[in-house]
């Protein structure tokens, strides 16, 4: 009998379905077609439309984020490809699992300037994991199987499958490979045993030692594995804005973030340490300040999967390449086979020091009367402390002033952009979680610069009966660029002053729930209000112009120079 | 400090991987000084050969970045090594009468060919490494060249 024939739409959503997609995101147009007829006729997977396919990447990395599964996002040729760069480069940047579906003009057409044709292979070359354009409908299964591979395994990524017209119409048999052939990639897990014993011996003799934790212990879900090291070994950890939640900020052992806006005791334990042990984290410069500065009498392990981030920026003396959960176990594993001799004489006189540091804190200041969105945001944490919300934000002021609020005892419950810095991130983002966790409390702590770059996601929300609560803090300016502009450009507000529609009507209008707060006893009515809603809701708190976010290390300075208030000298 | 690095590069031999390479270059600003591509005898495969000046940091970064890309199986950095190097020119040279001797003379102690002649023009081929064509091309200059072409390194490591 002869074997069954398929189109290249169908075998795509088979091809899906064989790996566990079950939801996706996405925006029709003409090239794939096909595949929305196919969708049609199905019922495995649920597609939700947004309203811009930006918004359908971030979506899908939101969802990525929550769930640790890959996230997925289809849509057409390209505007609607050109339309996802930014997306896909975030989740590039954060290293989060997508796989991304582009429509393509037909075979014979690519290359003819046809009408909506972009060359999507090479736009996003320089901001994917990988990206492949399928040529012969008979390479479209053993391609998504590699796609899904690709994003998931050694440091995770977004991966671009570009799909002509005609290769979605054409005909094939249906197999789904059980395995990849990739000789050219072999991510390594396993750390080499010998830095490890190294490593450990390090550590062990550390009179200052500190954890440095980031995003990639996230990823491996080595959270229990870090935090059993770190109380084993007694070692204080600051994590990263990516690292949030991969060691429990309620532990004594937790210094909090470190970096631009860290904790001051954070960044003093830092520069002050002896031995840094950076797990999972890149040294971006918005954690290390000035490079030359940065470790510069303190030796440096560092674990990460990806050989790139290892002495790109920070000079390191053990690096171990691995996945963060694998290289942990392993250490911990030989911790308890010999007696450990921790040095409590030094470790407590460390442990002091970072006591005595812990008095210097910011001192907020509010220039006048008006609603103060720090304790706006203080009251948003302490008030949904015990739903153990998902927290999403966009990026600025707001997001810095969350990292430093939200204290977070479990991974996966703070989403935000932080490599890319991507304004308009958080909204879709928070839908995401919340198709990725139905039950979970979804909140999008927002700026009204941030909200309104993709405002329009509001009628996703109300189409899918998505529960989405965004706080938005109204300041009236891009907060995080006035900042800038206030200390470093003489007051000179160029451009950073932006007008909002009133969010309460705009929410109504889509049929969304809207509330306005001036005052702050009017924050938790508001807070619960938005809860027992049904719907996704809008949040106005009018804030205080001109509040800034400290502690404050200016960019290109030292860690240990932090600015703790308004009146402080730069 | 800068200096010219040789990088041999096996990759996948599919439609794209030389760009990717390319890119990972002027992504960061450096400039290729010579590349050359082809096939292996496994025509599944393809080698290419980059030469570029960058200091050592730079080109361990720069290969850990090859590496990340899937098409690619193997990076060497052969100016560490000791490797064999060698390069394909053609010079065309318009040669008056009186030079001709003096030209051939040159070919041959710079153990270049003269691959064909027609009339007046002298089509000379140079299969040598950087310093032997180099002299070549010192020695040849006063006589006028009309056209130079050259291939980009070709490399191998010797063990």
């Given at each position: 009998?002869?074997?069954?024939l398929?189109t290249?739409?169908?075998i795509?959503?088979k091809?899906l379905?064989a790996?566990g997609v079950d939801?996706?995101f ?5 090239v794939?077609l096909?595949?929305y007829?196919?969708?049609y ?13 930006q918004?359908?990447?971030h979506a899908?990395?939101g ?15 390209g505007?609607?490809?050109?339309n ?5 480069a975030?989740?590039?940047y954060?290293?989060y699992p ?10 014979n057409?690519i290359?003819n ?8 292979v090479g736009?996003?070359r ?6 492949y354009?399928?040529?012969?409908v008979?390479d479209l299964a053993r391609?998504i ?10 440091k995770p ?5 570009d799909?002509?017209?005609d290769?979605?119409t054409?005909k094939t048999t ?5 395995e990849?052939?990739?000789v050219?990639y072999?991510?390594?897990y396993?750390?080499?045993?010998l830095?490890i014993?190294?490593?450990l011996k390090m550590?062990?003799?550390?009179q200052?030692?500190v954890?440095?934790?980031g995003?990639g ?6 959270h229990h ?10 070692i204080?950890?600051a994590?990263?804005?990516m690292g949030?939640?991969?060691?429990p900020?309620?532990?004594p052992?937790s210094?909090g973030?470190?970096?631009m ?13 002896d031995?840094?042990?950076a797990v999972?984290?890149r040294f971006?410069d918005?954690i290390?300040?000035?490079l030359k ?11 990460d999967?990806?050989?790139c981030?290892i002495s790109?920026?920070?000079?390191v003396?053990?690096?171990i ?5 694998n290289?942990?176990?392993?250490m911990?594993?030989e911790?308890c086979?010999?007696a450990?001799?921790v040095?409590h004489?030094a470790k407590?006189?460390w ?6 540091w812990r008095k210097?804190r910011?001192?907020p200041?509010?220039?006048s009367?008006k ?8 009251t948003?944490?302490e ?5 153990k919300p ?10 810095m002033w969350c990292?430093?609020m ?7 419950h703070f989403i935000?952009s932080?490599?890319l810095?991507t304004?308009g991130?958080g ?5 995401g ?8 409390l979804?909140l999008?702590i927002?700026?009204?610069g941030?909200?309104q770059?993709?405002i329009?996601?509001?009628a996703?929300?109300m189409?899918y009966?998505f529960?989405v609560?965004n ?7 891009l907060?995080?660029v006035?900042q ?5 450009y003489?007051?000179?507000y160029?451009e950073?002053k ?5 969010f309460?009507k705009l929410?109504?209008?889509?049929g969304?729930?809207g509330?306005?707060v001036e005052?702050e ?5 508001a807070?619960?209000e938005a ?6 809701v ?6 205080e112009n ?15 120079k ?9 | 400090m ?6 041999s590069?096996?990759v996948?031999?599919?439609?794209g991987v ?6 990972l270059?002027?992504?960061r600003?450096y400039?290729?000084e ?9 025509r599944n ?13 730079a080109?361990?970064?720069?290969c850990k970045?090859?590496?990340?890309l ?5 990076v060497?950095?052969?100016s560490?090594?000791?490797?064999l190097?060698?390069e394909?020119v053609?010079?065309?040279?318009q040669?008056?009468?009186?030079d ?9 102690v710079?153990?270049a060919k ?6 007046k023009?002298?089509?000379i081929?140079?299969?040598s490494?950087e310093?032997q064509?180099?002299?070549l091309?010192e020695l ?5 060249y009309?056209?130079f072409?050259?291939s ?5 490591s010797?063990?």
């Amino acid at each position: 009998m002869a074997k069954e024939l398929f189109t290249g739409a169908e075998i795509f959503l088979k091809s899906l379905e064989a790996e566990g997609v079950d939801e996706i995101f996405g925006y029709p147009g003409g090239v794939i077609l096909t595949i929305y007829e196919a969708l049609y006729n199905q019922k495995a997977i649920k597609h939700y439309l947004v309203r811009h396919e930006q918004a359908a990447v971030h979506a899908a990395e939101g969802y990525a984020r929550v769930s640790g599964r890959p996230g997925v996002a289809l849509v057409t040729s390209g505007p609607g490809a050109c339309n996802t760069i930014t997306g896909i480069a975030n989740a590039y940047y954060d290293g989060y699992p997508l796989v991304v579906f582009t429509g393509q003009v037909g075979t014979n057409q690519i290359g003819n300037d046809a009408f909506q044709e972009a060359d999507i292979v090479g736009i996003t070359r320089s901001c994917c994991k990988h990206n492949y354009l399928v040529k012969d409908v008979k390479d479209l299964a053993r391609i998504i199987k590699e796609a899904f591979y690709i994003a998931t395994t050694g440091k995770p990524g977004p991966v671009v499958v570009d799909m002509p017209k005609d290769i979605l119409t054409a005909k094939t048999t249906f197999n789904y490979p059980s395995e990849v052939k990739l000789v050219g990639y072999n991510p390594t897990y396993k750390g080499h045993p010998l830095q490890i014993s190294k490593a450990l011996k390090m550590l062990k003799e550390a009179q200052r030692p500190v954890i440095i934790s980031g995003g990639g212990v996230l990823q491996a879900g080595a959270h229990h594995e870090l935090t059993k090291l770190a109380e084993m070994l007694e070692i204080p950890v600051a994590h990263t804005l990516m690292g949030k939640g991969t060691f429990p900020e309620s532990s004594p052992l937790s210094l909090g973030m470190l970096g631009m806006h860290g904790n001051y005791w954070a960044n003093y334990a830092v520069v002050h340490a002896d031995v840094i042990f950076a797990v999972g984290t890149r040294f971006n410069d918005r954690i290390t300040g000035c490079l030359k500065r940065f470790a510069r009498d303190s030796q440096v392990i560092h674990i990460d999967i990806d050989p790139c981030s290892i002495s790109k920026n920070v000079k390191v003396d053990i690096p171990i390449v691995g996945d963060a959960k694998n290289v942990l176990s392993s250490m911990i594993d030989e911790l308890c086979t010999k007696a450990l001799l921790v040095d409590h004489k030094a470790k407590d006189k460390w442990l002091n020091q970072i006591e005595e540091w812990r008095k210097k804190r910011a001192i907020p200041e509010c220039p006048s009367d008006k609603l103060s969105a720090l304790k706006v945001i203080e009251t948003l944490y302490e008030y949904t402390k015990p739903f153990k919300p998902i927290v999403c934000t966009e990026v600025g002021q707001h997001q810095m002033w969350c990292a430093q609020m939200f204290k977070m005892d479990e991974p996966r419950h703070f989403i935000t952009s932080g490599g890319l810095g991507t304004m308009g991130f958080g909204f879709p983002a928070a839908m995401g979680a919340a198709v990725a966790d139905k039950n979970a409390l979804v909140l999008n702590i927002a700026g009204d610069g941030s909200i309104q770059m993709n405002i329009q996601e509001l009628a996703t929300c109300m189409d899918y009966g998505f529960k989405v609560i965004n706080c938005v803090i109204n300041n009236g300016y891009l907060g995080m660029v006035r900042q800038w502009q206030e200390k470093l450009y003489h007051k000179h507000y160029s451009e950073t002053k932006i007008s909002s529609p009133d969010f309460v009507k705009l929410a109504e209008a889509y049929g969304a729930k809207g509330i306005r707060v001036e005052k702050e006893e009017d924050i938790i009515p508001a807070i619960k209000e938005a809860m027992e809603a049904n719907c996704s809701v809008f949040i106005d708190f009018v804030v205080e112009n001109f509040e800034m976010v400290y502690p404050w290390v200016l960019a290109g300075q030292p860690l240990n120079k932090v600015l703790l208030s308004n009146s402080q000298e730069i | 400090m800068s200096t010219i690095h040789t990088l041999s590069i096996l990759v996948t031999n599919e439609a794209g991987v030389l760009s990717r390479v390319v890119d990972l270059f002027s992504g960061r600003g450096y400039n290729i000084e010579t590349l050359t591509v082809a096939p292996t005898i496994d025509r599944n495969y393809s080698r290419i050969t980059i030469t570029t000046f960058a200091n050592n940091e730079a080109i361990e970064q720069v290969c850990k970045q090859l590496h990340r890309l899937i098409p690619v199986l193997k990076v060497s950095d052969l100016s560490v090594n000791e490797a064999l190097e060698r390069e394909v020119v053609l010079i065309k040279l318009q040669v008056k009468d009186e030079d001709v001797d003096k030209v051939l003379r040159i070919a041959e102690v710079t153990g270049a060919k003269v691959i064909d002649i027609t009339d007046k023009i002298y089509t000379i081929q140079i299969v040598s490494d950087e310093k032997q064509i180099q002299a070549l091309i010192e020695l040849i200059k006063p006589y006028g060249y009309k056209e130079f072409a050259r291939s980009g390194k070709v490399a191998i490591s010797k063990n």
